[in-house]
């Protein structure tokens, strides 16, 4: 089994709509927990990080995470065009080396 | 402020060969990590170094693979005696800091894709 379980998709979604992008886990160590967006044969960028449980929004972005579920998830409202890419969901362990350990990512292609 | 370089961002391997693959930090960075992300996977882990110490190596194959990361120049990650299965995207990132329960974030590069042949 996985530590970090993501739908790889695709997901396909008409503009404007709300995207929902979710993981499971199942290291209860971890307590960063982090959404990239990685463009196609680009590096991943973070788009944001949340500590322990909790919801944390930024622009048109939310990110959710329920520590007692082990699952995490990922808000887009008013998707666009430029949206689409591919969503990795990673995370780690407090006070260890920062190493990320990344669910598979989900693709997602938003649609005029 | 430049990002996070990594070259040759292609590279072409026979079977046997040794494969390079190099990692400048961005500017004030001194920790550099490497992940590996094969067709249809996420990211893994393989190693992470601060200058002239490897930190946590757990994600490295037993055998083949070595990095370093010298006082002076990039982080490099030597593949030897490459085989199919080592074609992939390679990720570097580096970030400022870490440990002591505080997030710092890693940048990445755009990666280099190796292809054995």
């Known amino acids: 089994q996985k530590e970090v379980e993501q739908d790889p998709g695709p997901l396909s979604v008409p503009e404007g709509a709300i995207v929902s992008l979710n993981c499971t886990y199942s290291?209860?160590?971890?307590?960063?927990f982090m959404w990239y967006r990685q463009y196609s044969r680009k590096g991943p960028e973070l788009l944001m990080y949340?500590?322990?449980?909790g919801n944390k929004e930024d622009g048109r972005f939310t990110a959710q995470v329920d520590k007692s579920s082990k699952y995490i998830s990922l808000f887009i409202r008013d998707s666009q065009p430029s949206d689409s890419a591919t969503y990795l969901c990673?995370?780690?362990?407090?006070?260890?080396?920062?190493?990320?350990?990344f669910g598979t990512g989900t693709r997602l292609q938003v649609t005029l | 402020n430049a990002g996070v370089m990594q070259n040759p961002r292609h590279l072409v391997r026979r079977r046997g060969q040794e494969a390079r693959l190099r990692c400048s930090p961005m500017?004030?960075?001194?920790?550099v990590y490497w992940y590996r992300q094969l067709p249809e996977e996420g990211l893994k882990f393989m190693v992470y170094?601060?200058?002239?110490?490897?930190?946590?190596e757990s994600g490295m194959p037993k055998e083949r693979f070595s990095a370093e990361f010298p006082k002076e120049g990039p982080s490099i990650l030597r593949i030897q005696q490459v085989v199919r299965g080592d074609s992939a995207a390679y990720f570097c990132?580096?970030?400022?800091?870490?440990?002591?329960?505080?997030?710092?974030?890693?940048?990445f590069g755009p990666g280099t894709r190796l292809t054995v042949l």
């Open positions: 990132a580096s970030s400022s800091r870490t440990g002591g329960g505080t997030y710092n974030e890693q940048f």
């Open positions: 290291n209860s160590a971890f307590q960063y």
């Open positions: 949340t500590y322990s449980s």
């Open positions: 990673a995370m780690s362990v407090r006070g260890t080396a920062s190493k990320l350990t």
């Open positions: 500017k004030g960075h001194s920790h």
């Open positions: 170094l601060q200058k002239e110490n490897i930190i946590d």
